[in-house]
């Protein structure tokens, strides 16, 4: 039995930018809380004792700046999510001619 191999099928340009646009915002949101997750729970600043007459112990500015930092990789990935998904699945639908 002979089989037939067919040449390899090039991915284009344009499919490969209508599939990073269909997955970077997914992949870019859960980064983001799994980031925040791991980085809260491990430098989680109530495990240190307050001072006197504070009731919670002040969270260091290096963490502050995290979560900022997070917190705008996630907002940015929510925002891009719908116009992405929407122009990923006309890049995919659509043919060039």
Known sequence: MATTQSAPHKV????????????APTVLIIVAFLLF???N?????????????????????GITIVNILLF???????????PALIIGIVLLATTKK
């Open 72 to 82: 705008v990789m996630g907002s940015v990935s929510v925002l891009t999510w719908l």
């Open 41 to 61: 729970f491990v430098f989680n600043p109530t495990t240190q004792l307050p001072a006197d007459g504070e009731a919670f112990a002040p969270t260091p500015i």
């Open 12 to 23: 284009t340009r344009r499919t490969k930018g209508a599939l990073w646009l269909l997955i």
């Open 37 to 39: 997750a791991v980085i």
